[in-house]
């Protein structure tokens, strides 16, 4: 065992692990309260470790729990045989129970809104439904809900997960989070020559499509991601079996959208996150909305179904602007414009005036820029959906410098077994004392 500066990689460590931080680890600190900070993979707060360093850098390490001494009664046997150090990569919190896990992602939330926004607030973190994870043996809830998965190819032509942080191609029998069509489908005893990535997809309307990327296809492949809604990172891609267009079912209405185009993960989000989008806004009729960043017209949808007003949704990918023209065609007031955000609003495409906003960047955020321009344009309330607490922190505290407020913050637990959140919030103009916290602001 080394405790010494000059640790490498493959050095075991014993350490007591701190509180979780944001992106799948715990902290802990090597030779007291100010030693040498290292995240720590597959442990849980309060645990001692042994841990094996996997990453050194020059102001922490990076490191995965391989012996416990004592353990969190949080911790429960990860029920994938992959999800352990050195293995599958794509979960982070199979070690601990539903419930340990929902309280990981609400001090994570919390942590980034106070060091990033300033502000004290008590997350809750809800559960969503999950009838496709809850009919087979697993009634937990936190298996079964993964409808894009993308499995990696190997050098011998086989398809599998990745280790975390690496390119290395893990086999596995089955993902045991994916949805259970998905866990049916024989892609993983196939041999895939020529193709760098093989991504499938199980739809809420019945729909089982494969896809895959051939080695050719250009670009490096993005990190896989189990929250990202295109299995293959929109890139140049081969229909393997199933329909051209699938079906998603959401917010009352049927959704187009190619195999590959945005839809959220987990089979009860877009309902989910669409009904907390307008019980925020309660958009009121004739309201004008403009959804940025709006995939396929989810949202938007939701929202125009409410407001019957003018409705503007802006998209960049040319497949989520198809779909959403095609699913919005019946709401003979919404628009869809077919341009990045930043630009549709610096060179005034979309102007206002506007009373209701829905925000859902990919996971960098929005970013201060489109903020401003958002204000500026005056909307009575902002729903920001967010993938990723960080950037949503970052961004609330823009608008907070632009004299708004968060009043409301729902935080949902989408992606079971991993480390990521989906957050929705709503923001308001808080000209002095006439905006009141509705909810949850820590006393
Ligand atoms: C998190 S998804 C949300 C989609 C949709 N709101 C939904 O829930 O189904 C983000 C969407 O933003 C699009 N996008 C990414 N960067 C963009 C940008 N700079 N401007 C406009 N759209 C962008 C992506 O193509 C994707 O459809």
Same mark, same amino acid.
């Given at each position: 065992?080394?405790?010494?500066?000059?640790?490498? =990689?493959?050095?075991?460590?014993?350490?007591?692990?701190?509180?979780?931080?944001?992106?799948?680890?715990?902290?802990?600190?090597?030779?007291?309260?100010?030693?040498?900070?290292?995240?720590?993979? &597959?442990?849980?707060?309060?645990?001692?470790?042994?841990?094996?360093?996997?990453?050194?850098?020059?102001?922490?390490?990076?490191?995965?729990?391989?012996?416990?001494?004592?353990?969190?009664?949080?911790?429960?046997?990860?029920?994938?045989?992959?999800?352990?150090?050195?293995?599958?990569?794509?979960?982070?919190?199979?070690?601990?129970?539903?419930?340990?896990?929902?309280?990981?992602?609400?001090?994570?939330?919390?942590?980034?809104?106070?060091?990033?926004?300033?502000?004290?607030?008590?997350?809750?973190?809800?559960?969503?439904?999950?009838?496709?994870?809850?009919?087979?043996?697993?009634?937990?809830?936190?298996?079964?809900?993964?409808?894009?998965?993308?499995?990696?190819?190997?050098?011998?032509?086989?398809?599998?997960?990745?280790?975390?942080?690496?390119?290395?191609?893990?086999?596995?029998?089955?993902?045991?989070?994916?949805?259970?069509?998905?866990?049916?489908?024989?892609?993983?005893?196939?041999?895939?020559?020529?193709?760098?990535?093989?991504?499938?997809?199980?739809?809420?309307?019945?729909?089982?499509?494969?896809?895959?990327?051939?080695?050719?296809?250009?670009?490096?492949?993005?990190?896989?991601?189990?929250?990202?809604?295109?299995?293959?990172?929109?890139?140049?891609?081969?229909?393997?079996?199933?329909?051209?267009?699938?079906?998603?079912?959401?917010?009352?209405?049927?959704?187009?959208?190619?195999?590959?185009?945005?839809?959220?993960?987990?089979?009860?989000?877009?309902?989910?996150?669409?009904?907390?989008?307008?019980?925020?806004?309660?958009?009121?009729?004739?309201?004008?909305?403009?959804?940025?960043?709006?995939?396929?017209?989810?949202?938007?949808?939701?929202?125009?179904?409410?407001? &019957?007003?003018?409705?503007?949704?802006?998209?960049?990918?040319?497949?989520?602007?198809?779909?959403?023209?095609?699913?919005?065609?019946?709401?003979?007031?919404?628009?869809?414009?077919?341009?990045?955000?930043?630009?549709?609003?610096?060179?005034?495409?979309?102007?206002?005036?506007?009373?209701?906003?829905?925000?859902?960047?990919?996971?960098?955020?929005?970013?201060?820029?489109?903020?401003?321009?958002?204000?500026?344009?005056?909307?009575?309330?902002? $729903?920001?959906?967010?993938?990723?607490?960080?950037?949503?922190?970052?961004?609330?505290?823009?608008?907070?410098?632009?004299?708004?407020?968060?009043?409301?913050?729902?935080?949902?637990?989408?992606?079971?077994?991993?480390?990521?959140?989906?957050?929705? $919030?709503?923001?308001?103009?808080?000209? =002095?004392?006439?905006?009141?916290?509705?909810?949850?602001?820590?006393?």
């Amino acid at each position: 065992m080394t405790t010494g500066p000059d640790l490498v =990689e493959g050095d075991r460590v014993e350490l007591t692990v701190g509180a979780p931080a944001h992106g799948g680890h715990c902290v802990a600190r090597l030779g007291g309260e100010h030693g040498r900070v290292v995240f720590v993979r &597959h442990a849980l707060p309060g645990e001692r470790v042994t841990a094996e360093i996997t990453e050194v850098h020059k102001g922490f390490l990076r490191a995965d729990a391989v012996t416990i001494h004592e353990a969190s009664p949080d911790r429960v046997e990860p029920p994938c045989p992959y999800a352990r150090p050195g293995a599958c990569g794509g979960c982070d919190l199979q070690h601990a129970s539903g419930e340990a896990q929902r309280q990981w992602k609400k001090a994570v939330v919390e942590e980034q809104l106070r060091r990033l926004a300033g502000l004290s607030w008590d997350v809750r973190v809800e559960e969503l439904p999950n009838e496709a994870g809850r009919t087979g043996p697993d009634s937990s809830g936190l298996l079964g809900w993964r409808s894009r998965v993308r499995y990696a190819v190997d050098a011998a032509d086989r398809a599998g997960l990745l280790k975390h942080r690496s390119h290395e191609v893990v086999a596995i029998d089955r993902c045991r989070i994916a949805h259970p069509a998905i866990q049916a489908l024989d892609v993983l005893k196939l041999e895939w020559p020529g193709t760098d990535a093989v991504a499938a997809v199980a739809t809420t309307g019945g729909d089982v499509a494969v896809l895959s990327r051939p080695a050719s296809g250009g670009g490096v492949l993005p990190p896989d991601d189990p929250a990202d809604g295109t299995a293959l990172g929109n890139n140049g891609q081969v229909r393997v079996s199933g329909p051209e267009e699938v079906t998603e079912v959401a917010a009352g209405r049927r959704w187009q959208l190619p195999p590959d185009g945005f839809w959220q993960v987990h089979p009860a989000a877009a309902q989910t996150l669409a009904a907390a989008v307008v019980e925020l806004l309660q958009p009121a009729e004739g309201e004008v909305t403009w959804d940025l960043y709006g995939g396929a017209g989810l949202f938007a949808g939701a929202v125009a179904e409410r407001t &019957h007003g003018r409705t503007t949704v802006v998209e960049s990918s040319r497949a989520g602007v198809v779909s959403a023209r095609r699913n919005l065609a019946d709401l003979p007031s919404a628009e869809v414009v077919e341009a990045r955000v930043e630009a549709a609003l610096s060179r005034r495409r979309v102007t206002g005036p506007v009373d209701l906003v829905v925000l859902d960047p990919p996971r960098a955020g929005a970013g201060a820029k489109v903020v401003r321009s958002v204000a500026e344009a005056g909307p009575r309330a902002v $729903a920001y959906v967010s993938c990723d607490p960080a950037s949503l922190a970052r961004d609330i505290a823009t608008f907070q410098g632009l004299g708004w407020k968060l009043t409301t913050l729902r935080a949902f637990d989408c992606f079971p077994m991993t480390q990521h959140i989906e957050c929705v $919030a709503l923001l308001e103009p808080a000209p =002095e004392s006439a905006v009141e916290p509705t909810s949850e602001p820590a006393s």
